[in-house]
C-alpha cells in the first residue's frame, strides 16, 4: 500500500538523530464536575504531519497545513449555491486505488505536555451530491511521540445542520490523562470520501483568557516566548499605566455561584448572577468556545411574568424538549448568566455557535395581539411605555455587559453581531424589536440597535480610550496560578511558576554563565547528535524531549 507523508513543521528535524529523555508515566486525573465548565483548546494553532495510507487529498478541499487547528469551524453548505465545492475550512479525503478501504492519519504536536485533557471533537461532513459517510475515527495520544495509548472511538454525538449532516463526532473521556501528542486517524470506505474541518482537543482545568492589560485576571503579566505562560517574576508594586478611565470589572466571569457588578467605573451598575446549567443537561454542548464575536438576541417571551429570572429558569430546568442555549438573560434589573463564556452555545444556529457569546435580552410584558408571542403590537401607547419603561432599561444593561465582553475577551465594537446576521440568509428578524425603525418597518440599523450600539461604545470607548488610569500588576509565587491562559487567537498555553525555568528558556543560557553565546548553542547540538556533554543542560524549550527545535532557539538567540 502507498504511503504518502508530508510534514508541516521543520524537515530538517526528521534528518538527523534525535535524543529523548526518559520519560515518567502517564498521570491520569479524575475530572471534577468544575472543571467540565472550564475548557482550553490546546491543539488550536498548534502544528502537525498527515499520513497518507491509499489516501489522496480530495480535490477542492487540500489542506494549506493549518486548517485542521486554526479553531475555524467550516460554514454550512448551500445546497442551491453550486460553487460550493472547495468551501472554505473543509478538508477532504479520498482513495487512491478505490479499493478496499484507506486511512488518514493526523498527529498533532502540542509543543507541551497538556494535563487533564478530556475530550476530542471533530466535525465532518456528508454531502449528497458526492459520495461521503462519516468515517471511523480513532484516537491515539503520547508523551514522547513514540509511545502512544489509545484514547478511543469517536462516535456521533448529534447532527449540527441536518440539511447538509455536519456530523460532530465527539470522545467525553470520565477520567483525564496527559500528552503531549494527539493522534487522529480516520478510516473510510473506498466508495466513501472523507470531509473534516477541525481537530479539537480539550484540557480541564483552571482556565482564563488573556486579559487587555496582557495579563490574568488578577493582574499577573506572563512571557509566552518559550511557548509556555511564565509569569514575569515577582511584580508586586509595578505599576503600569493603561488606557481608559473606567476600569472594567475584575470578576471572574466563569467563577460558579458567583455574585458580582459590572458598570461601576461609569455609573451603570447592574448585577450578575453566576448561575450555571448543569453539565449534564441534553443542551449543554461541552465544545470550546473560542470568543470572537458577541450575538444579541430578543427572547421571544412576552409573558408579564417573563424577566431574567424566568427565562433564566427555563433555561437551566427546561423540559420541554428544546435544545437552545445561551450565555446570559438581561431586563432591566439584574442578568443571570447561565452558561459560562468558554462553553460553546447552541444559539446561532449554525458555525457561530463555536466562537460567539449569546445575550438574550428580555421581552416581558411586550404588547401582543391574539396570535401570542408571534403577533407582536409595535405601536400605540401601551407599546411606548413598555418600550420606555421595560425595554430599554433591558437594553442599557445589555450594553453594559457587551462593551464589558468586548474589552475582556479583546474584542471590538464590530464584532458585535444580530442573530440575524449569522441565521441561515439572515431570514431571522432577531433581536426583533431591535430592527425595527421609526415607521416600525424591519430593517438592520432599527432604532432600538441604533441605540444601543451608542451605548456599548459610550462604555466601551471609557474603558479603552478616554484618558488613562494606573493599574497595579502583581506576582506572588505563592499564589494559585491558572492551568491554562488562552490568548487572543485562541492559543492555548500551559502554565509554569517556575521562575528559574523561565530564565533558562527565555535566556537561552545553556550554560548559566549570564551570556548567550555560541557555547551555548553547541552544547545544544552535541545534546541532540548524542555526543558526550556534562551533565545538566536542559533541552531549551522545557518539553521533556530535546530535538533540533532546541538548537536553532538557541543559536537565533546567538545572533
Known amino acids: 500500500m502507498k504511503k504518502l507523508t508530508f510534514f508541516l513543521t521543520a524537515a530538517l528535524i526528521a534528518l538527523l538523530p534525535i535524543v529523548i529523555t526518559a520519560q515518567a508515566a502517564v498521570p491520569v486525573y479524575d475530572t471534577e464536575e468544575r472543571a467540565a465548565t472550564r475548557q482550553a483548546a490546546v491543539t488550536q494553532n498548534k502544528s502537525y504531519t498527515v499520513e497518507y495510507e491509499d489516501a489522496v487529498p480530495l480535490e477542492g478541499y487540500t489542506d494549506d497545513g493549518n486548517k485542521l487547528t486554526d479553531g475555524m469551524y467550516a460554514p454550512v453548505i448551500d445546497y442551491n449555491n453550486t ?12 482513495s487512491q486505488s478505490g479499493e478496499g478501504s484507506y486511512s488518514v492519519t493526523v498527529t498533532i504536536d502540542m509543543g507541551y505536555v497538556a494535563r487533564e485533557i478530556g475530550q476530542v471533537f471533530i466535525r465532518t461532513m456528508t454531502e449528497r451530491r458526492i459520495a461521503g459517510l462519516t468515517p471511523f475515527i480513532s484516537v491515539k495520544a503520547s508523551v514522547d511521540g513514540e509511545n502512544f ?54 484540557a480541564y482545568g483552571k482556565i482564563e483568557h488573556i486579559a487587555s492589560t496582557g495579563g490574568d485576571s488578577e493582574g499577573r503579566l506572563y512571557d509566552f516566548s518559550s511557548g509556555y505562560a511564565i509569569p514575569r517574576g515577582v511584580l508586586e508594586n509595578s505599576l503600569k499605566e493603561v488606557p481608559g478611565y473606567a476600569r472594567p470589572s475584575s470578576a ?61 429558569d427555563y433555561l437551566v430546568n427546561k423540559t420541554d424538549g428544546s435544545s437552545s442555549s445561551w450565555h446570559y438573560t438581561v431586563d432591566g434589573n439584574v442578568i443571570y448568566h447561565g452558561l459560562p463564556d468558554a462553553v460553546a452555545g447552541w444559539h446561532a444556529a449554525t458555525n457561530y455557535n463555536f466562537y460567539t457569546i449569546g445575550i438574550e435580552i428580555c421581552l416581558q410584558g411586550a404588547p401582543v395581539g391574539p396570535g401570542g408571542n408571534n403577533d407582536p403590537i409595535n405601536g400605540g401607547a401601551a407599546y411606548d411605555k413598555w418600550y420606555e419603561e421595560t425595554f430599554t432599561p ?82 506572588s509565587p505563592s499564589q494559585t496560578l491558572p492551568d491554562y491562559l488562552i490568548d487572543t487567537d485562541g492559543t492555548a498555553y500551559l502554565v509554569t511558576d517556575s521562575v528559574e525555568a523561565a530564565t533558562k528558556v527565555i535566556n537561552g543560557d545553556a550554560d548559566y554563565n549570564g551570556k548567550i553565546d555560541k557555547k551555548d548553542a ?6 541532540i547528535l548524542g555526543e558526550d556533554v556534562s551533565r545538566g543542560y536542559p533541552d531549551a524549550n522545557g518539553d521533556g524531549k530535546v530535538t533540533l527545535n532546541d538548537y536553532f532557539r538557541i543559536l537565533r538567540k546567538t545572533k
Not at 455561584?257 to 441534553?282: A, H, L
Not at 474584542?411 to 421609526?438: G, W
Not at 553547541?522 to 545534546?527: A, F, G, M, V
Request: charged share 25%; with cysteine; hydrophobic share 35%.
Open 522 to 527: 553547541e552544547l545544544i547540538r552535541k545534546i
Open 83 to 94: 460553487d460550493w465545492i472547495g468551501a472554505d475550512g473543509w478538508v477532504g479525503y479520498g
Open 394 to 475: 433591558a437594553m442599557e444593561n445589555a450594553a453594559v455587559l457587551t462593551a464589558e465582553l468586548l474589552v475582556k475577551y479583546e474584542l471590538t465594537p464590530d464584532k458585535i453581531l444580530q442573530h440575524s446576521d449569522v441565521y441561515y440568509f439572515h431570514a431571522k428578524q432577531c433581536p426583533y424589536y431591535m430592527r425595527l425603525n421609526e415607521k416600525k418597518q424591519l430593517v438592520h440599523d432599527g432604532t432600538g440597535w441604533k441605540y444601543f450600539m451608542n451605548l456599548v461604545n459610550e462604555y466601551y470607548s471609557a474603558m479603552t480610550s478616554e484618558g488613562t488610569r494606573i493599574e497595579k500588576c502583581t506576582y
Open 252 to 312: 471572574d466571569f466563569d467563577e460558579p455561584d458567583k455574585t458580582f457588578y459590572i458598570g461601576e467605573g461609569f455609573g451603570q451598575k447592574v448585577k450578575v448572577i453566576n448561575d450555571f446549567m448543569s453539565v449534564g443537561r441534553p443542551y449543554y454542548s461541552h465544545y470550546v468556545n473560542d470568543i470572537r464575536y458577541i450575538v444579541i438576541h430578543n427572547t421571544g417571551m412576552c409573558e408579564p411574568y417573563s424577566d431574567a429570572d424566568f427565562v433564566h
Open 149 to 202: 495509548f489509545t484514547v478511543g472511538d469517536l462516535e456521533v454525538q448529534n447532527v449540527e445542520n441536518k440539511r447538509t449532516e455536519i456530523l460532530i463526532n465527539r470522545i467525553q473521556l470520565e477520567e483525564t490523562f496527559s500528552a503531549r501528542y494527539i493522534r487522529v486517524t480516520f478510516v473510510q470506505d473506498a466508495k466513501y470520501t472523507t470531509l473534516t474541518d477541525e481537530i479539537c482537543v480539550s
